[in-house]
């Protein structure tokens, strides 16, 4: 047990993997995510991580929250998160609150979050230790439909490093896409509690018509304005609500359709893609990360389909502003390629930028 706090990278830190990283001080542990993916079959590795005494989560993605079935492996700690991720966890979980925005008691520890930006009850985990630890977990300032508060000063801060150097506005990846959204017919299959909700309200906003959609994404539209609205931009319920209402179901390859799984791996996206990839049209435009051996890695890779991305990440810009306005002294680059360490040194400097071992805080 370290007499010194520390945190300490399981999965996730240089690469991208699923989410873990332990948290040590004085006599207790605490775990921030426990993923899986996004690689099929890939699972952190916790056979020595020994037993943890609270795991946080940030949010309800399977790469950060599919992880749970190792929780007997690390003692079968109390699980914390918001309600509106607590919805989603497995029924036999029992969860502990964290707020969406606020502060709160773990282990005796304050415990301060905010939401992130990224998905349905995401939040960025903020923990009284030392000069202060910052969890950013998967998070955005661009999303025009997920809420983002700004996060507190810290000593050390695990960014979002997911994009390595990438620094392109969503505007512009928008504007890519333009030439899909006005054509013949388009498949984007893209996640419920993410992009495609977000994607469909530009859509709406942008004056096309609305987007052919499947059964997983019509009750995320309903859902979002109701029982997760405080995740929520203001403004954006009643257009979602419409949206949810009036998008015709998915199933016709003419015009734009919005599918789940972002990966075509399984959901209605999968059935599609079986469906019109053996054919030329209609065209398929996958927006988000490629997991290897899935259909989208493939179909991209073999031509028939195309990769644009939609941001739903930061860009290095905003994690440089973020690591200047918390007055990090150390940055843990989580989910980016270690590729980018030198370009993240310079970025973030004086900073220090470690991607293995202990950290102390």
């Not at 056979?47 to 795991?55: C, F, Q």
């Not at 150097?165 to 054509?183: I, M, N, V």
Request: hydrophobic share 40%.
């Amino acid at each position: 047990m370290s007499a010194v706090p520390a945190v300490v990278p399981v999965s996730g830190c240089g690469s991208k993997g699923p989410a873990c990283f332990v948290v040590e001080a004085g006599n207790w542990r605490l775990m921030l995510d426990l993923g899986y993916g996004p690689q099929p079959g890939l699972w952190p590795d916790v056979s020595r991580v020994g037993r943890i005494d609270a795991l946080l989560l940030s949010h309800g993605h399977a790469d950060h929250a599919g992880g749970l079935k190792l929780l007997p492996e690390i003692g079968n700690p109390p699980v914390y998160a918001t309600d509106i991720v607590a919805r989603g966890l497995p029924s036999h979980i029992a969860v502990r609150p964290l707020p969406l925005s606020g502060s709160t008691d773990v282990l005796g520890l304050r415990v301060t979050t905010g939401r992130s930006g990224h998905a349905p009850g995401g939040v960025w985990i903020h923990l009284a230790l030392g000069d202060g630890l910052l969890y950013m977990g998967d998070n955005s300032i661009e999303s025009a439909l997920y809420a983002c508060d700004t996060p507190p000063a810290a000593g050390t801060v695990i960014i979002d490093a997911s994009y390595g150097d990438y620094d392109t506005p969503l505007a512009e990846c928008q504007k890519s896409l333009l030439p899909f959204f006005d054509g013949g017919g388009v498949l984007l299959p893209a996640p419920e509690n993410g992009r495609g909700p977000e994607i469909a309200l530009h859509l709406l906003r942008s004056g096309f018509p609305l987007p052919r959609i499947d059964d997983r994404i019509r009750a995320a539209l309903q859902r979002l304005p109701t029982a997760d609205a405080a995740c929520l931009c203001p403004g954006v319920a009643e257009e979602l609500a419409r949206i949810a209402e009036g998008a015709p179901k998915a199933g016709e390859p003419r015009g734009i359709t919005l599918a789940s799984r972002a990966d075509g791996t399984a959901g209605e996206a999968a059935d599609l893609l079986a469906q019109w990839a053996p054919r030329d049209t209609p065209a398929i435009v996958f927006t988000g990360y490629l997991p290897p051996g899935t259909p989208a890695a493939e179909l991209t890779r073999s031509g028939r389909a195309q990769y644009l991305r939609w941001n739903v990440h930061p860009r290095l810009s905003d994690n440089i502003t973020l690591v200047q306005s918390t007055g990090a002294r150390s940055v843990l680059p989580a989910f980016g390629d270690a590729k980018h360490r030198k370009t993240w040194q310079r970025a973030f400097a004086p900073a220090r930028v470690p991607t293995t071992g202990s950290v102390a805080l």
